[in-house]
């Protein structure tokens, strides 16, 4: 069943719910909603800095279970019935984020933020060597559809920590707003958190102030606001939002001869939840170690279990960072 099909069954039920005064299932939602707001988000960034800001004031869920592919995800019925019935509906933006758009056109009530209006965006980057995949060319052919001057965006803004705090900063304000019982909280969680990650980006600035050589990643690349905000040079395999597809000779042959030369990180860099297959191959030619990089899209079902944050994800990278990079 296609997303639209999907979105208007689901509001039919949910009318005819209304009318006839019952839910699915037997709460007050009256009764449950006085107690805590109900927050809803997409991905993990919008879930993290969404239970940061509101604390004890609200119920915050995320969408996309841990683990899970991000970039294929579609909603189910249970989610559009939630997002229809929230408080406040967090999320992103971006090509991965299109389904939003038809929820959002059958729910036009439901007050929503978007993380990527809180920032300045960066055009998407195809480097050097770096392999299209089936996804780019498809990408390609719908822009070719779309108007000439409608720029595509690279969507993970979250990346850089000073748009993270940027994020943090106007949804907190955005917050505020909504629901003005709970401004003094909201206020004073958003302040902390905001803060904590400014302190992971003044660390991050000494660490890689004048830092010239390049990373390699044997990997998507979805770190560009993070590689620009700190002045950075990277070569990478594939795009962020690419499909992970078996690597060209042409592009396993580009990146060994970069990690060969002396102006080149001595590590091969992976994200978190990659295949690998590329990096171990790079890292096993090369004898250099491979080291993950967090970009905090998505996360495991372990560090989610364990409570991990977006500061102490960024925490982890900065460790990894210090050791490759200073010994």
Same mark, same amino acid.
């Given at each position: 069943m296609t997303i639209k099909r999907i979105i208007a069954a689901v509001t039919a039920i949910a009318l005819g719910s209304a009318l006839c005064g019952c839910s699915g299932d037997n709460t007050d939602k009256s009764e449950s909603k006085a107690d805590k707001l109900l927050i809803m988000t997409t991905i993990f960034p919008a879930y993290d800095f969404a239970r940061q800001v509101f604390g004890d004031t609200a119920e915050v869920k995320m969408l996309l279970k841990p683990g899970q592919e991000s970039h294929s995800y579609d909603p189910s019925a249970k989610d559009i019935v939630e997002i229809n019935g929230c408080d406040l509906f967090v999320y992103n933006g971006g090509e991965s984020d299109q389904w939003v758009e038809s929820v959002l056109q059958a729910a036009p009530d439901v007050e929503t933020f978007r993380m990527t209006d809180a920032v300045s965006l960066l055009d998407e980057e195809i480097a050097e060597g770096m392999q299209e995949t089936d996804h780019d060319h498809e990408h390609e052919e719908n822009h070719d559809h779309e108007d000439e001057h409608d720029e595509e965006y690279d969507e993970h803004v979250w990346t850089s920590p000073d748009n993270a705090a940027a994020i943090v900063r106007a949804l907190g304000k955005r917050a505020g707003e909504l629901?003005?019982?709970?401004?003094?909280?909201?206020?004073?969680?958003?302040?902390?958190?905001?803060?904590?990650?400014?302190?992971?980006?003044?660390? +991050?600035?000494?660490?890689?102030?004048?830092e010239e050589r390049y990373f390699i990643f044997g990997d998507r690349f979805p770190l560009?606001?993070?590689?620009?905000?700190?002045?950075?040079?990277?070569?990478?395999?594939?795009?962020? *939002?690419?499909?992970?597809?078996?690597?060209?000779?042409?592009? +396993?042959?580009?990146?060994?001869? $970069?990690?060969?030369?002396?102006?080149?990180? $001595?590590?091969?860099? *992976?994200?978190?939840?990659?295949?690998? $297959?590329?990096?171990?191959?790079?890292?096993?030619?090369?004898?250099?170690?491979?080291?993950?990089?967090?970009? *905090?899209?998505?996360?495991?079902?372990?560090?989610?279990?364990?409570?991990?944050?977006?500061?102490?994800? +960024?925490?982890?990278?900065?460790?990894?960072?210090?050791k490759v990079l200073v010994g």
């Open positions: 629901f003005p019982e709970n401004a003094g909280e909201i206020s004073a969680n958003t302040e902390n958190y905001a803060g904590e990650i400014d302190v992971i980006d003044s660390e +991050m600035k000494r660490l890689l102030s004048g560009l606001y993070f590689f620009r905000h700190y002045g950075l040079n990277y070569y990478a395999a594939f795009p962020g *939002c690419g499909s992970e597809t078996e690597p060209s000779a042409q592009t +396993m042959a580009f990146l060994l001869d $970069k990690l060969g030369q002396p102006d080149a990180v $001595k590590a091969v860099f *992976c994200i978190e939840l990659s295949g690998r $297959k590329l990096a171990d191959v790079l890292a096993e030619d090369t004898g250099l170690e491979v080291v993950e990089f967090h970009s *905090c899209h998505n996360i495991s079902a372990e560090d989610f279990a364990a409570g991990e944050t977006y500061v102490s994800l +960024m925490q982890r990278n900065r460790q990894s960072l210090e």
